[in-house]
């Protein structure tokens, strides 16, 4: 996770730095922490390094935080950023930027990291799952681990990232509507869907995971699954 704090006090940003890395410790997290005094250099940076989260003083000299906020906006419209501050008056501009939290100075330990644990479940959302009914019963099976799933007489074998196989007692067109393309999964033969991330290459007939599977692709949904690949792979 790479993080960066951005302050033109560097007694400060020494001072919260040092919290922000016993925080990703106790949660066993690897930490890149990028420091920063001026809104110029935190611009530059992340437009190559593109930051995970962006912990940003407000009043700063020459470019302030919420101009810097501004120009990070018009290249990452989607980085969190937490600001700092010592006074409450810059609160509706930071909601014009969407800003992800808003922190008095001095900062309270127990306050940032709370704000941190909230910006974690955010980065790390749960895991979406689908519940399959197998002969041993019901079980959970997160949707990204699925490499690709085969219809096969009145099942559906999902064969799964760890090179286990699990037959499913469920109507092939139901898995579906769940493996769709909105979930980066594609139809790629009317008995198979594939995870369109675990796609390795493909030809007109055939795509290999990464796992080496071999799927075949039907002549009728050569040119669709084509399409659905590169949009999943370009959004």
């Not at 935190?42 to 437009?47: E, F, V």
């Not at 120009?71 to 010592?86: D, G, H, K, Y």
């Not at 909601?95 to 992800?100: Q, S």
């Not at 219809?151 to 092939?172: P, Y």
Request: hydrophobic residues 40%; proline residues 3%.
């Amino acid at each position: 996770m790479k993080i960066a704090v951005c302050d033109d006090e560097i007694r400060f940003v020494d001072a919260v730095c040092p919290m922000i890395e016993q925080w990703a410790k106790e949660r066993g997290m690897k930490l890149t922490l990028y420091r920063f005094t001026n809104g110029d250099d935190l611009i530059d940076a992340h437009r190559s390094e593109c930051m995970d989260l962006i912990i940003l003083d407000v009043i700063m000299p020459l470019l302030s935080g919420i101009d810097t906020a501004r120009e990070l906006r018009n290249t990452n419209q989607a980085v969190p950023i937490v600001f700092l501050t010592s006074s409450r008056e810059f609160a509706v501009d930071s909601y014009e930027v969407k800003a992800f939290q808003y922190l008095i100075k001095p900062i309270d330990r127990g306050i940032l990291t709370r704000t941190l644990d909230d910006f974690l479940r955010t980065f790390n959302p749960p895991k979406a799952f689908f519940t399959a009914k197998t002969a041993d019963g019901f079980c959970r099976i997160v949707i990204a681990d699925v490499d690709y799933l085969e219809a096969q007489n009145k099942q559906v074998l999902f064969h799964l990232s760890d090179g286990r196989t699990l037959a499913v007692r469920e109507l092939f067109s139901r898995c579906a509507e769940i493996f769709s393309p909105e979930n980066g999964f594609c139809c790629c033969h009317r008995s198979y869907i594939v995870n369109l991330g675990n796609v390795e290459q493909f030809s007109k007939t055939e795509i290999t995971t990464v796992h080496k599977a071999v799927i075949p692709i039907s002549r009728n949904s050569y040119a669709s699954f084509k399409e659905c690949y590169f949009d999943h792979m370009f959004d």
